[in-house]
């Protein structure tokens, strides 16, 4: 196949997947991929390829002139999340319900992110409007499906918070889950391994650049901030996001405690099915099946609730100097910044609450 293939390949469907972006040279990568490679990956990214993987380089103006022509797809659903708190599961288990088509973490998705927060920057490589047709691009090249009746349900990576605005915007038929834990579960998660801590503190620049553009507290500098406080503030902004969200498109999101999922998964999942106007009469049997006794990102290893409940239990007595630190300092802010306000109903299990 040559680079004319798999730009004329957009028109055939999601099997020429637009899977990764370029800005420095203005070029979008467009892989060759099929319906059980997209049921399989936990992440697009390299570690969705095979070694028979065929894909091109192709210049963004061409992709993006291309996709202007196609028929907009079906309106896409997507999961938005906090990182590290189920979402890789709560993606497979929906997609077990009849007309899902799961892409999970799409990096051209986390480029789109990362660009709108370098937009007021004299550095930026895009202007607005650059920046809004090459999302309306993205999302229209991810939001594909294989049949009639089907939805893409897009899980975004978890420094896409910022996206959830634009993404309702683009098509008033896309709705989004909203996933997250209280943040004394969160904490514990993210500093009881040393892999988990360096993806937090990854991505940290990003949650902190969009509390300052949220709230306007710049005196707050990462270089001073133990993990603790950084994990607080990524937990905090990326559920201010939420809370906004809700605020300005209630009826089209819907918040979804992991916790609460798993102390009753079959009504969980029936209650995003009906969200998303998905046949919810397999839920009885999907939960029942191997997805909840398997770890979501790494689905030939066993895992279910009770193991993660034992972990939790353990890492709670050696993390919690950390933990409880990082709680006070996100109370603190919340009492500091009156719009994080609202946040603070989800820090504890005992006062989280399930809109």
Known sequence: MNADDFLKGLAQGPDFLFQDLDLVNRRGLVVKFDRDAYRRASFLDHRAFRNDTLGAWLSLESIQRHTADLTEPPAAHAIFHVSHCGSTLVSRLLAELPGVLPLREPLTLLACAQERRELDRPTSRLDQAGWDRLFDATLKLLSRSYQPGERACIKATSACGNLIAPFLRRNTGSKAVLLHTDLETWLTVMLRHD???????????????????????????????????????????????????????????????????????????????????????KVPEIVAGPLMKSYAKRPNEAFDAATRARELQEARKTMAAEVNAGLKYAEKLCNEIAMLAPVGSYLTRSNTRNA
Not at 201 to 218: I, M, V
């Open 195 to 281: 892999d988990v801590r360096t993806n937090g503190r990854f991505y940290a620049q990003s949650w902190l650049k969009d509390l300052h553009a949220l709230a306007g507290r710049k005196d707050i500098r990462l270089a001073t901030l133990s993990d603790a406080e950084m994990f607080a503030i990524n937990w905090l902004t990326t559920m201010l996001h939420f809370e906004r969200a809700r605020q300005e498109s209630a009826t089209r999101v819907r918040h979804c405690d992991f916790e609460g999922l798993l102390a009753d998964p079959a009504g969980g999942l029936e209650a995003l099915g009906r969200f998303l106007d998905l046949d919810a009469a």
